[in-house]
C-alpha cells in the first residue's frame, strides 16, 4: 500500500464547479503538505502549502488538512477551463530533508 | 528571475547506452532534488544535495544510476546502460534550504529508451 493514496481520476466537471481533490496518507510523520498543478509536459508548479490542521485560503482555492484522519483535500471554486491539469499532493516530514512523497495525481478536465 | 531548467528536453537512446540529464537550479538554493515521473508509478523521490554532498540517495532505483553536484549548482544524473524501464520524465526541483521550504520544479526531461 502506498504512503499517499490519490484518485487518479479522471475528473470532468462543467464551468463555475466546485470541485473537491483529495488524499488520504498512512505516514503520522508528515507534517508538511502541498497542492502542485502541472500542466501537460510541463513541471509542477506549487498551488498551496500548509503546515497544520485547518484550512488555508488562496483566491479560488482553499486547502484543507485534517491529521487527525490522515486526510487533506483542495477545493477550487469557479473553475474555470485554465484549471484543466493534473493535481498532485505532497507531503514531507520534518527529518525527511524536504523529500516529497506524491500522490498518483488527479487529472481535472473543466469543460466550457 | 530564472527558474530551475533541464537539458536536453527530450532524449531518445537505445537501450544498453549511458545518458547524462542536467539540471541547473535557481540561483541561491543549496537543495536540489531529483524525482522520477512514470505512469505507472507516479512521482518518486530519487535523490536530495545538500550543497555538493548528498545525504539521501535512498531512491535511486539501481547502481546503474548517480548523480552529482558540483559548485554547489548544477546537477548531473548518469544512467548507465539503459534498460526500457528507464523511460520516464525526470524532473529536477531546488529550495532555498531543507526540510520545509518550498520546491521548484523544473521543466524535465523525457528520456525514451528504445
Known amino acids: 500500500q502506498k504512503e499517499v493514496e490519490q484518485d487518479p481520476g479522471p475528473l470532468s466537471v462543467p464551468e463555475g464547479a466546485i470541485v473537491s481533490l483529495n488524499c488520504t496518507y498512512s505516514?503520522?510523520?508528515?507534517?508538511?503538505f502541498m497542492w502542485y498543478r502541472q500542466y501537460s509536459r510541463k513541471g509542477p508548479e506549487l498551488l498551496m502549502y500548509?503546515?497544520?490542521?485547518g484550512n488555508k485560503e488562496d483566491g479560488r482555492f482553499t486547502a484543507q488538512v485534517d491529521k487527525s484522519s490522515k486526510y487533506i483535500s483542495l477545493f477550487i471554486r469557479d473553475s474555470q477551463p485554465s484549471d484543466s491539469a493534473t493535481y498532485l499532493c505532497a507531503m514531507t516530514a520534518r527529518t525527511s530533508y524536504g523529500k516529497l512523497t506524491f500522490g498518483q495525481g488527479t487529472i481535472l478536465t473543466v469543460h466550457p | 528571475g530564472a527558474g530551475v531548467s533541464q537539458s536536453p528536453s527530450n532524449k531518445v537512446t537505445e537501450k544498453g547506452k549511458d545518458v547524462e540529464l542536467r539540471c541547473d537550479p535557481i540561483s541561491g538554493h543549496t537543495a536540489l532534488y531529483w524525482y522520477r515521473q512514470s505512469l505507472g508509478q507516479g512521482l518518486e523521490f530519487l535523490i536530495y544535495f545538500q550543497g555538493n554532498s548528498a545525504p539521501d540517495k535512498s531512491g535511486l532505483p539501481s547502481d546503474r544510476f548517480s548523480a552529482e553536484r558540483t559548485g554547489g549548482s548544477v546537477s548531473t544524473l548518469t544512467i548507465q546502460r539503459t534498460q526500457q524501464e528507464d523511460s520516464a520524465v525526470y524532473l529536477c526541483a531546488s529550495s532555498i534550504v531543507e526540510s520545509s521550504d518550498t520546491q521548484y520544479f523544473g521543466p524535465g526531461t523525457r528520456l525514451t529508451v528504445l
Open positions: 505516514n503520522s510523520a508528515f507534517q508538511y
Open positions: 500548509t503546515y497544520s490542521s
